[in-house]
Structures are given as C-alpha cells and as structure tokens.
C-alpha cells in the first residue's frame, strides 16, 4: 500500500508539469493565430504565476483545514479545466482569464506535495519527486508537437493533456480514503520528527550572513529554468530557422535533461555532497548557454538545450535540501517559505522581462542572459559556502 500510494505521489507531481512547458512549446503557432505580440505569452506566464504565488502562501492553511489529499484533487481539477478553457479559447484576452485558475491549482499542489514529501519520505525522494515533475514537462511538448507537426492543431494538444489531468482527478477521486489513511497512519512519525525552535535563535532569518545570496541564487535559478522553457522554442524557430514541431521536440529535450538529471541525482545523493553537486549543475549547464551562443551548427543547439537540463536538473532540489546544512534545523522552517516565494517571483518576472527585451531587439539574446544568470548563481552558491565554512571555523575555535 506505501509503494502504491507513492506512486500516485509521483503521478501527481506529473500532471505538475505536463502543463508548464505547453504554453512556450506551442507559442510561435498561437502567436500566429491570434496575431498577438511576441511578448505576450509572458504576460500569460506573469498571470499564471502570479495565481501559483497566491495558492503558494496560502497553502499551509489550506493543508491543515483540508489535508493534503483533497489538496491535490482539486488542484488538479482546477489545471484540468483551466487546460480545457485554453484549448476553445477565441481571444488572448480568454487565455489570460484562465491562466488563473491554471496558477492556483499549480501553486497548492505543487506546495502540498513538497511539504509531505519533505515530511514522510527521505531526502532522496524529493529528487525523485521533481524528477516525475521533468516526466510531465517533458512530456508536454512532445504531445504537443505530435499536433502542431502537420496541421498547426495546438488546440488539440491542449485537449488532450486536458484529458489527461482529468483522467488523474478521476483516480484521485477514487484514492481520497488512501490518503487519509497513510496520513493518520504517518502522523506519528511526523511528531517525532519535529524539531522545535530554540529560543536562542535569531527570529529575523534574513539577518544571517549568506540568507538574501540563497534567495537570489534561487530567483535567478527558477528565472532561468522558466526562460529557458518559454522562449527556447522561438528561439528555435526564429534564430536557427527550424519548424515549429521541431523546435517543441527539442524544448521537450531540455526538460528530459532536467527528467533524467534527477532521476540519477536520487541515487548520487547518497554518495556526492550537496555542495559538489549544485557547482557540477551550475558548470554544465553554463557549457550548454555557451553551446547556443556560438555560431555552431544547427544541431549543437540541441546539445545546448540537453546540458542546461542536466545542469540545472540537481540545483533546485540540492539548494532545498542544504538548508538546514547552511543555516540551521532551527531556521529552515522559515527559509523554505522565502525561498520558494522568491523562486515563483524569478519565475514570475524574469521570462516576461526577457521577452520584452526579445521584443525590442531579437530572441538571439536567450542564450546570453541564461548564461549570466548561471553565472550569478555560481558566485553566490560559491559565496554562501565560504561563508558556512568561516562560520563552521568560527564555531570549532570557541
């Protein structure tokens, strides 16, 4: 019964992320027919974020008057019926409406299912759980391009993961009892495991010495994984020429970097430090930026977007699980909710920005910006471990 209830965990978090890598897949064609402005799918994303932020913070009430369960089930029916909505919608005005309620199922289930994770299952389960996230992300596009190869029929490949979501909701439906079970049956392993705060400390956490660094790093890693998957496909199309169904299969790659870069994370984990692992992501991944700046063949590109998946696949789940390494059990509590409140805001502002920039001159400049971003996050994780390490020095001598 544990295994078959992690499995549904897992295919959750699957139905996460089939729709957040649609939306750039399919934009080249939308944008097409609706004769919209290149930049307008990141005014959708700003919409669709904005209501991931909202049902994120309001999630830890949410969780304990509803219980994660019910939690996920209407998350998932809220996404499913947002992405029926996208597939008839007559006007960009319509995907902006529904880009709401498609943000506020995202945000509950995605804070609901990190926060039992992180509570009933060991650590390397959660590289695990965002690499289900990848499956779905993955997932997404190649469904889509499969419609758009021929016939430009992107509303069909909205429809159809709409179907998907909703054949979930049906057997969430069905497994409601299963959770409320495994949460009773679980709940005592959750008091043991609580650590409660000690007076001695600091209840302003943004005061410690290396905590605003983290958060950047984490706004600019969560900026650039969104940017990365919203324009890379017109990049595609409008830098290096290729078709629109294409370019959606290689955007889907850079998700299956990001898929299977966490599937071996789990187990590498067990031997690699976090530490080690976050600064090999940050290095790979800026070899595939730098990949889709140079005047290279056609094909290196999809080599590029293959090492930015890889490299950015141990990072996020790396960073989340070194909190209390860095700044302390008595701190994480806190820290866990700013840092995935400043994530959903780089998500949230940093691909419409570079789309207006994009706009203004020409989509050619992606790659450029993913590189300093990357490069940022290197100097700011390689600051913070400095710092914890003066800090550990400091703490031995006295």
């Known amino acids: ?154 509303r069909n490949g909205y429809l159809t993961i709409s179907l998907i979501q909703f054949a979930l909701v049906v057997l969430l439906a069905f497994t409601l009892p299963l959770w409320k079970r495994m949460e009773n049956m679980q709940s005592h392993a959750v008091k043991e495991s609580q650590v409660q705060p000690s ?81 090999s992501g940050l290095l790979v991944s800026f070899s595939g930026a730098a990949l889709l700046m140079l005047p290279l063949p056609t094909f290196s590109s999809l080599i590029g977007f293959l090492l930015l998946g890889l490299g950015f696949a141990p990072i996020y789940p790396c960073m989340l699980h070194d909190t209390p390494e860095r700044f302390g059990k008595e701190q994480t509590q806190k820290l866990m909710g700013y840092q995935m409140a400043v994530a959903y805001t780089g998500a949230t502002l940093l691909p419409p920005l570079l789309g207006w920039l994009a706009a203004q001159t020409t989509v050619s400049i992606l790659p450029f910006f993913t590189a300093f971003y990357i490069a940022f996050m290197l100097y700011g994780s390689e600051r913070v471990n400095r710092i914890m390490k003066q800090r550990a020095a400091q703490s031995e001598t006295i």
């Open 1 to 154: 019964m544990a295994t078959f209830f992690l499995i549904m965990i897992y295919l959750s978090f699957i139905s996460l992320g089939l729709p957040d890598s649609l939306l750039g897949a399919a934009w080249p064609v939308m944008q097409a027919e609706y004769g919209a402005g290149f930049g307008m799918a990141g005014v959708i994303n700003i919409v669709i974020a904005s209501g991931t932020i909202v049902s994120s913070l309001m999630s830890g009430a949410l969780i304990k008057r509803f219980g994660t369960g019910q939690i996920t089930l209407i998350s998932c029916l809220m996404t499913a019926a947002a992405l029926l909505g996208f597939s008839f919608a007559p006007s960009i005005i319509w995907l902006m409406v529904l880009a709401l309620p498609l943000g506020l199922g995202a945000g509950s289930v995605d804070a609901a299912l990190n926060h039992y994770v992180a509570t009933h299952y060991q650590a390397h389960h959660m590289s695990w759980l965002h690499c289900f996230w990848g499956v779905g992300a993955t997932l997404g596009p190649i469904i889509m391009s499969g419609f758009m190869r021929e016939h430009d029929l992107w």
């Open 199 to 279: 007076r001695g400390q600091s209840e302003q956490p943004l005061r410690t010495k290396g905590v605003k660094l983290t958060l950047l790093t984490f706004l600019f890693y969560c900026g650039a994984e969104a940017s990365v998957g919203l324009w890379g496909s017109s990049f595609l199309v409008n830098v290096k020429e290729l078709p629109a169904a294409v370019a959606a299969v290689w955007v889907a790659m850079y998700y299956g970097g990001i898929t299977v870069g966490r599937f071996i994370t789990g187990f590498v984990t067990f031997k690699v430090s976090n530490r080690v692992l976050i600064r």
